[in-house]
């Protein structure tokens, strides 16, 4: 997701805040809060704000506990948060956000690559290993990967500056045309059974699709991959973003 600067008002001219002072669940929605803005970029690529209800139910918290990580986050400088709108995250709230999620991707590379998980069984894992974890770990856990780009499920892996040098220009599956060739990128689902199912189908990242029919009204996609054909659903491909081959 390319970096969005939020304009200029009373909740950004907050200091940074010393990132010393984070705990590690403080990371973790700073992490979460990232995606979920990544996931609604999809659709508002512009200003994208997420409720509050979202990031209670991604994380399985209660509302009254969400909105008091809220305050505290806004009060470090982290997020921005505005009535009837949602929150979002400032500059060093994403630059914190990403470095969380570069050791969770290493750790998941690592898990899949050097001990042979599969990629539906590493995202709860993975996340409890990144906690307080030692960049110096981190970077040997990447070098024994291979030193991977993205994780598993294709999401670039951030520098240890916290910054994604190269943002990937793809698109939602929904959104490609029919009679080309694509490129899955990456994966937005860490549903279990989805990643099965988007495993058995060969839906994965890198490999190629070719687009053959849409219907309309947000009906079935029809793919060629490889020599096999499938069907999917609207809301499935929803989850997978592509660039053409």
């Known amino acids: 997701m390319p970096a969005r600067r939020a304009p200029q008002d009373d909740a950004e001219i907050l200091a940074d805040g010393d990132a010393s002072d984070l705990t590690a669940k403080m990371r973790d929605y700073l992490a979460e809060i990232y995606r979920l803005s990544d996931r ?19 994380k399985d918290v209660s509302p009254p506990a969400v909105n008091r990580m809220v305050t505290r986050l806004r009060e470090m400088g982290y997020i921005i948060h505005e009535p009837y ?20 991707r290493i750790v998941e590379s690592f898990l899949v690559s050097v001990m042979g998980f599969g990629w539906q069984d590493i995202h709860a894992e993975a996340s409890r290993m990144a906690h307080g974890l030692p960049e110096m770990v981190t970077q040997r856990m990447a070098e024994m990967a291979g030193n991977p780009k993205s994780s598993p499920l294709g999401e670039p892996i951030p520098g240890a500056d916290g910054v994604i040098e190269q943002p990937l220009n793809d698109m939602l599956l929904t959104e490609a045309a029919e009679s080309v060739t694509y490129r ?5 689902s860490r ?10 189908l060969g839906l994965v990242p890198h490999a190629q699709i070719e687009v ?5 009204f947000n009906g079935p996609i029809q793919l060629r991959c490889g020599r096999e054909y499938r069907i999917i659903g609207h809301n499935l491909a929803e989850m997978i973003k592509v660039m053409p081959a």
């Open 40 to 58: 609604a970029a999809d659709v508002q690529p512009h200003d994208v704000f997420i409720g509050t209800s979202a990031l209670a139910e991604i």
């Open 85 to 104: 709108r949602g929150i979002r995250l400032t500059p060093a709230g994403e630059r914190e956000a990403l470095k969380q999620l570069r050791t969770q």
């Open 184 to 188: 899955i990128t990456r994966v937005r």
């Open 191 to 200: 549903e279990r059974d989805r990643l099965e199912y988007m495993s058995a």
């Open 212 to 216: 053959i029919h849409k219907a309309p």
